[in-house]
């Protein structure tokens, strides 16, 4: 794994308060291009809040939030979606009632295929041009993912680990600046959750974003993370590598378990609850 060298997203001193509680509280923290930084923490340690606050979803009561080097806190989470910040759900939130492939399909529906009406109608060349060009980035990615062989099911009827490569894939197909995963390997079982490190991997590689990757299974974490953050009560607990935070003492006792060390490789961790 490497770390990259262009920040991608900084969160600085982020404070999020509901009526009397303070969910986040000086959160501090950066991901750089194509780097994949984990998100751990007991449930209730403001995860979820910090997510919704990178995304838009949630304005946070003070601190700021860039993309790029560029303030987005007061941004819409379409607009930063545009800008390339994507996001999966803890609970799956792929259009039932779509094929597989048109879920995918939607997700690059927002760039327009130009000419507007009267290129429909008359089927310009244009914009035959941008629906190959469209319906073949779909199908590189529904490969990638394992998608081909259901891409003509209905969404709704998937399996839940069917399901979440489906979110993924509508996640990824248009090029991420930002990826937000909320407990992707939920469900999966060994084969599909191989799969999904294995797209965490590619993407980062080949479109050079950065993954924040909140999970539950801390092997799935030690595995595919080059920094881990640990949120306790909706503060930074402790940040470092995989084996930096398997080390430390505070992290093990509350979150990780008994943790052994194989040669300088991590073995796979207790399960975490996030």
Known sequence: MR?????????DAVRVRFGGIVALEDVSLTAKAGEVLGIIGPNGAGKTTLFDVVAGVRRPSSGRVELDGADITGLSSVKRSRQGLRRTFQRVQAFGWLTVEDNVLAALEWHGGGGGFMADTLGWPARRRNERSRRATVEATLAHCGLLDVRHELSGSLPIGVARMVELARAIVDTPTVLLLDEPASGL?????ALLGEQIQRVR?????????????????????DRIVVLDQGMVLAEGSPAEIQRDARVRE?????????????????????
């Open 3 to 11: 770390n990259g060298t262009h920040e991608r997203l900084r969160l």
């Open 189 to 193: 079982d060994e084969t599909e959750a």
């Open 205 to 225: 590689r080949e479109t050079d974003c950065a993954v924040l990757l909140v999970e539950h299974d801390a092997g799935f974490v030690m595995r595919q993370c």
């Open 254 to 274: 509350a979150y990780l378990g008994d943790v052994h060390h194989d040669t300088g490789h991590e073995s796979e961790a207790k399960e975490v609850h996030t």
